[in-house]
């Protein structure tokens, strides 16, 4: 988010007040990407199996609400406020609890409340991402408190450092993120990859299928994703301009070649295309766009959106080689593709389009490429390390694994006493208060079932 425009003092606020049209804009901009956390519940739910689906909807609707209230209280001030000490660490606490910010505050050329929200819908799309990596396995209480310190020392410094005035690594490195390459997919990649390994694996991992257990849910949720995606790209832009329409152009064009390139591998790869790559390839593409849509022009954003669909789908399968249990490919979609399209700002960026820096292939040199490589150790590096930590410490004090008999039954029973089908789908049903097996299910079927069965 490398045109994020310098906060406006307070108290010189300009007495015209906000651009309406901006203004406007970033409304509903705010109302897409927040859409994008219930989409990413249905996403993520419909890739699990049945036993666990609404713990799974619920980990992405949990964080709404927490990161909500943790964003509020202190992570706007820590993220936006001026720089603490001038390093470009940390914001200061001008204002927590949003303190001295009124309706008439502004941020460039929008209301500073409206700004601060914007930004939050951020923190909770990233947070939610991270439980894709550790589905089917963490107890939902570890999670709750997991969202909340993770979103304080981790989302909330990198944030800083890349989309704030100060920020060290927009303003003194200089490498470029329009909307979230790192603080968003970098980021939860890495710590999505941390809590993967310090909780190991499902059980059966490696032996079982583990199949989605409804794709219609899977393609349902991708599109809300890719429809909010519009407003978490183009919204980043901060107005309704030549820029924002151009970020919203370049999101669709990665969409379509990132489906399109995961399709060519599967039909070469298997023999066959498949739903679930439509899904995964599409989501590739909107991630590795992300953080370039402001930088590149459009056949810049076509060949990103390209590499991200062919690269990730080999990337999702290297969970298996390497043995770390990625449930959801967080790492392998979100990860991989967030460092394609970092990256290759510092191949395709345009001056047109940023305004001043150039890649490599547009007469920049090697220099832009080498602040983005910088940019993204920086952030994976840091997330990893304090995200593992957190972990660690959760699981020291309270267990941040669920118990075996929680993860053999299904988390939606043992954990919310609810489950999301009455008759089970793909071998788990419920009876009562017990969970039946294949074996079973004809025993207990319905009538109607085994007439239409017959």
């Keep these: 988010m490398a045109h994020v425009p310098a906060l406006v003092p307070l108290a010189d606020a300009p007495p015209s007040g906000p651009d309406t049209g901006d203004t406007a804009w970033l409304l509903a901009s705010t109302a897409l990407v927040l859409l994008m956390t219930p989409g990413l519940a249905l996403f993520y739910g419909g890739m699990v199996r049945t036993k666990s689906v609404l713990n799974m909807i619920m980990m992405s609707f949990v964080s709404i609400a927490v990161v909500t209230v943790v964003w509020l209280l202190a992570g706007y001030s820590l993220a936006f406020a001026p720089d603490a000490g001038g390093w470009g660490l940390i914001g200061g606490l001008d204002h927590l609890g949003m303190a001295g910010i009124t309706p008439s505050s502004l941020t460039g050329r929008v209301p500073t409340v409206l700004f601060a929200t914007f930004q939050l819908t951020f923190a909770i799309i990233t947070a939610a991402l991270i439980s894709g990596a550790i589905a089917d396995r963490a107890k939902f209480g570890a999670w709750v408190v997991f969202t909340a310190v993770w979103t304080l020392l981790v989302y909330v410094p990198v944030a800083h450092w890349v989309f704030a005035p100060g920020g060290w690594i927009l ?57 909010g995606w519009f407003g978490f790209n183009a919204g980043s832009a901060l107005g309704a301009n030549g820029l924002a329409a151009s970020a919203l152009l370049n999101t669709q064009a990665a969409g379509c070649t990132g489906l399109l390139g995961w399709l060519l591998v599967e039909k070469r790869r298997d023999g066959h295309a498949t739903t679930l790559g439509a899904a995964s390839g599409a989501v590739a593409g909107l991630v590795a766009i992300t953080p370039s849509c402001g930088s590149v022009d459009l056949p810049g954003a076509l060949l990103i959106g390209l590499a991200a669909g062919v690269v990730c789908s080999y990337a999702v399968s290297w969970k298996f080689r390497f043995g770390f249990d990625d449930s959801l490919d967080v790492v392998g979609v979100h990860f991989v593709a967030g460092v394609i399209g970092t990256a290759l700002i510092g191949l395709f960026a345009t001056t047109a389009m940023t305004g001043g820096p150039a890649g490599l292939l547009h007469g920049g040199g090697f220099g832009q490429l080498g602040r983005q490589l910088v940019a993204i150790l920086a952030v994976a590096g840091y997330s990893f390390a304090v995200t593992y930590g957190i972990g660690w410490a959760i699981e020291r004090v309270t267990g941040f694994r669920a118990s075996e008999e929680h993860e053999l039954t299904g988390l939606d029973l043992a954990v919310h006493a609810e489950t999301a089908y009455d008759h089970g789908v793909l071998g788990h049903g419920v009876l009562g208060q017990a969970v039946v097996t294949t074996s079973t299910a004809s025993v207990l079927a319905h009538p109607s079932d085994k007439a239409s069965s017959a």
């Design 171 to 227: 303003t003194e490195l200089g490498a470029l993120d329009f909307a979230g390459g790192t603080v968003v997919e970098v980021n939860c990649g890495a710590s999505g990859l941390a809590l993967a390994l310090l909780l190991g694996p499902r059980i059966g991992f490696r032996t079982e299928a583990m199949r989605p257990h409804s794709l219609p849910l899977v393609l349902l949720g991708a599109g809300l994703l890719w429809f």
